[in-house]
């Protein structure tokens, strides 16, 4: 699977658990480790949690298996490492302290950042 294909198999993962402020950054050219990073916040430890769940079943239904998994037993930030495109879901508050977006500035961010829920999208289509 391309990068841009997992990056948006992602993203639609997140919006069908209501992801909150999902932001998408293009790192290429910036670091070796991966293409896209995509950030998104949940609203509770459990909610993290189910996120990062529902990202790492719709990659395994893809065939794609992560490199790693990392926080989730906390449920305050959950790292999904799956090679071409890299997965922070995040508690507001933590989000907020590491600010990873402010971290990778220089980023381009991706056309569209802020991605329309999965109700949005469903009004358009009507």
């Not at 896209?36 to 990659?59: E, P, Q, W």
């Not at 959950?78 to 600010?99: E, G, K, T």
Request: glycine share 4%; charged share 30%.
């Amino acid at each position: 699977m391309q990068a841009e294909q997992l990056r948006y198999l992602v993203i639609n993962a997140l919006q069908d658990l209501k992801g909150a402020d999902i932001r998408a950054l293009d790192v290429r050219g910036m670091t070796a480790i991966t293409d896209f990073m995509v950030i998104a916040s949940g609203t509770s430890d459990r909610h993290v949690k189910s996120l990062a769940r529902n990202v790492l079943d719709k990659a395994r239904a893809q065939d794609v298996r992560p490199l790693g998994v990392e926080g989730e037993q906390e449920g305050e930030w959950v790292l999904v490492d799956l090679c071409d495109v890299v997965v922070h879901v995040m508690q507001p508050q933590v989000r907020d302290f590491y600010s990873l977006e402010k971290l990778w500035s220089m980023a381009t961010p991706v056309a569209e950042t802020v991605f329309p829920s999965a109700a949005a999208r469903r009004r358009r289509r009507r």
